[in-house]
């Protein structure tokens, strides 16, 4: 044998002896750990597997409220969106209490409705654009029970220049001063509407019978400049 082999044979008898070593005084360690990432990773799986399948559940109730409501079964929906409301995973506890709110309002509750709305609004659970949408509603609903002050408050924070809802804010602003008697005010938001290029064709076409309206009463933009 020459002296290279016998080397290389002492070393590897030497390897040996140390990895037995090492097993010995980790192996039990080595062991947990393997079986910790396992089950780990099961439990990852699993909570996976039971967040799918409650959303999944929780949007089929969702959808048969919403059925419910379509074929004029409002009371029925409302029971399971209550139920939703308190026990549905993810955002769905806020998509029914808006649909709830949503109902209120069909049934001509506005009072009731609005006070859902504001529950949602003043919620910081809830996502940013469901508190949004639930205070944009509950103002839209305010211009025909409250005055023009609740009106403002809840809608104009939505009427800056670039904001997603500022159009249907702008709206409700404006036809709640023309209710108030503030015509000229009453223009401002229907002409911001108007000349808004991002507006949709629908809502200018409103701001824009809303300006003849002014028009006909003597208000106009020109009168309001000069």
């Given at each position: 044998?020459?002296?290279?082999?016998?080397i290389?044979?002492?070393?590897?008898?030497?390897?040996q002896?140390?990895?037995?070593d090492?097993?010995?005084?980790?192996?039990?360690?080595?062991?947990?750990a393997a079986?910790?990432?396992v089950?780990?990773?099961?439990?990852?799986?699993?909570?996976d597997y039971?967040s799918?399948?409650?959303a999944?559940?929780?949007g089929d109730?969702?959808m048969?409220?919403?059925?419910?409501?379509?074929?004029?079964?409002?009371d029925e929906?409302?029971k399971?969106?209550?139920?939703l409301?308190?026990e549905g995973s993810?955002?769905?506890?806020a998509?029914?209490?808006?649909?709830?709110?949503?109902?209120?309002a069909?049934?001509g509750?506005n009072?009731?409705?609005?006070?859902?709305?504001?529950e949602?609004?003043?919620?910081?659970?809830f996502?940013?654009?469901?508190r949004?949408?639930a205070?944009?509603?509950?103002g839209l609903l305010?211009?025909d029970?409250n005055?023009?002050?609740d009106v403002?408050?809840?809608?104009?924070?939505?009427s800056?220049?670039?904001?997603?809802?500022r159009h249907?804010?702008r709206?409700?602003?404006?036809l709640?001063s023309y209710?108030?008697?503030?015509?000229?005010a009453?223009l401002?938001?229907f002409?911001?509407?108007?000349n808004?290029?991002?507006a949709?064709?629908?809502?200018r076409n409103?701001a824009?019978?809303?300006l003849?309206?002014?028009?006909?009463?003597?208000?106009?933009?020109?009168?309001?400049?000069?």
């Amino acid at each position: 044998m020459s002296d290279d082999s016998f080397i290389r044979e002492v070393n590897e008898e030497l390897r040996q002896d140390q990895a037995k070593d090492l097993w010995e005084r980790y192996g039990k360690w080595l062991i947990a750990a393997a079986v910790a990432i396992v089950l780990a990773t099961a439990a990852n799986r699993g909570w996976d597997y039971y967040s799918t399948s409650v959303a999944a559940e929780s949007g089929d109730k969702f959808m048969q409220a919403v059925d419910l409501s379509n074929q004029g079964k409002g009371d029925e929906a409302i029971k399971i969106l209550e139920n939703l409301a308190s026990e549905g995973s993810g955002q769905y506890p806020a998509l029914a209490k808006l649909r709830i709110a949503s109902e209120l309002a069909a049934g001509g509750d506005n009072d009731l409705a609005i006070e859902s709305y504001d529950e949602i609004a003043n919620d910081t659970s809830f996502n940013e654009s469901f508190r949004t949408i639930a205070q944009l509603r509950a103002g839209l609903l305010a211009v025909d029970v409250n005055d023009l002050e609740d009106v403002t408050k809840r809608l104009a924070p939505l009427s800056d220049p670039g904001l997603p809802y500022r159009h249907s804010a702008r709206e409700g602003l404006g036809l709640a001063s023309y209710k108030a008697g503030k015509l000229s005010a009453a223009l401002k938001w229907f002409d911001a509407i108007a000349n808004d290029s991002d507006a949709g064709a629908a809502i200018r076409n409103r701001a824009n019978v809303m300006l003849d309206l002014l028009a006909g009463k003597g208000i106009t933009q020109e009168k309001a400049s000069g």
